[in-house]
């Protein structure tokens, strides 16, 4: 006669056990998702010619990466600022962006280079055609209905 050992599990049976752990899961990866959610930005008064713009800067690789990921609306006015370490080919895309954007690429010397729109949600790389130091993203439409064009002057607060 062979003898088995039985685990006691109190009453508990291995479907809700294994419920359990999947809510113990879904609630750690839930916290750590609103917590890494919104990194800090500062914002900052800038100016395209005579446009004043109420930005928030991505100047680091973490806030550059999400850049305006999740949100619904840019309001006229602001938009997002990308700062660079020095100036190369920039390349942007639309993952986790469920608005259009229009972005402007700005040389070291502040002089807007080119301008494209971006479409909500495509995966399609928008790439600076020369070496560009800054991105300046604001609401599909901006650059035109200000007549902002290639060649415009980008002013940032002095430090």
């Known amino acids: 006669m062979r003898a088995t050992a039985r685990l006691p599990v109190d009453g508990l049976n291995w479907q809700r056990l294994l419920w359990l752990a999947a809510a113990l899961v879904h609630t750690t990866v839930s916290l750590a998702v609103v917590y890494a959610a919104e990194p800090y930005l500062d914002t900052a008064q800038i100016r395209v010619d005579e446009h004043e713009l109420q930005v928030e800067i991505a100047d680091t690789m973490a806030k550059r990466g999400r850049g ?3 949100r619904t609306q840019v309001p006229d006015g602001t938009g997002m600022l990308f700062i660079f370490d020095r100036p190369h080919r920039l390349s942007f895309w639309m993952r986790n ?3 259009d954007l229009d972005i402007g690429f700005f040389g070291e010397d502040g002089r807007l280079q080119q301008i494209e729109t ?3 949600l495509d995966l399609t790389h928008h790439r600076s055609e020369q ?3 800054y991105a300046l993203e ?3 439409g901006w650059y035109a209905d200000h007549d902002v064009r290639v060649g415009a002057q980008l002013s940032l607060p002095q430090p």
């Open 68 to 70: 305006l990921m999740w």
């Open 97 to 99: 962006t469920p608005i």
């Open 118 to 120: 971006m479409r909500a």
């Open 131 to 133: 070496p560009a130091l």
């Open 138 to 140: 604001v609401r599909r």
